[in-house]
C-alpha cells in the first residue's frame, strides 16, 4: 500500500499504482477554462507533465502551480497540465487572478478517475477524496518516465527533477 504524509501522519493512497516505467492511463479530465475535456496521460505523440494538486486554494497549492507556470516556458513541446479536485470554476478563477497562462489546470472533481487511474487518491484522513501531491512525465508514447509523490503534502515538489526529467 501506497501512502504519504500530511502532517507528520500517514496517509493511504488510493487507486491504481502507477510506476516509471508503467502506460500511463489515458483520463478525462475538466479544463477550468472552458468545461471542456482535457485528456491527459496515454501516448500523445508529445511529452507530459502532469502536476497533480489537492486543492488551489491552499498556499503550497497556489505557490506550486505559479513555479510550474513560469517553469513551463522553458519547456518546449511539452504539454503541461495541473490537475486538482478543485472545481473548474474556482481553478478558472485562480489562474484569472494569478495570470497562470503557460499551463492547462484541470480537475477531477467529477469521478476522480484521474485519482484512481494514478492511484493519488487520499483515503482516510481530513483530506479524504482530494488528490496527493505528485508530478509524474509521460513520454511520446505514452510510457512513465519520472513520479514524485511528494512525501510530505504540506512541502512542494522537487520542480528542477520534474523539469529536468520533461526536457530528457
Known amino acids: 500500500m501506497a501512502t504519504t504524509k500530511f502532517k507528520g501522519t500517514d496517509v493511504e493512497l488510493l487507486g491504481n499504482e502507477v510506476n516509471v516505467g508503467d502506460k500511463a492511463p489515458e483520463v478525462t479530465v475538466v479544463n477550468s477554462d472552458g468545461l471542456g475535456d ?27 502551480t505559479r513555479n510550474f507556470n513560469a517553469k513551463a516556458a522553458e519547456l518546449d513541446g511539452v504539454k503541461t497540465t495541473v490537475v486538482s479536485m478543485d472545481l473548474p470554476f474556482a481553478a478558472g478563477r485562480f489562474c484569472s487572478a494569478e495570470g497562470i497562462d503557460k499551463l492547462t489546470v484541470a480537475s477531477d472533481f467529477r469521478n476522480k478517475d484521474f485519482a484512481n487511474a494514478y492511484g493519488v487518491l487520499l483515503g482516510g484522513s481530513v483530506l479524504a477524496g482530494v488528490t496527493a501531491r505528485a ?29 529536468e526529467a520533461a526536457k530528457a
Open 38 to 64: 482535457v485528456k491527459v496521460g496515454g501516448a500523445q505523440g508529445v511529452k507530459q507533465l502532469i502536476i497533480v494538486v489537492p486543492s488551489l486554494d491552499t498556499g503550497v497549492c497556489a505557490t506550486e
Open 135 to 163: 508530478i509524474f512525465v509521460v513520454d511520446e508514447n505514452g510510457i512513465v518516465t519520472y513520479k514524485e509523490i511528494v512525501p510530505e503534502i504540506t512541502e512542494e515538489p522537487q520542480y528542477d527533477a520534474a523539469i
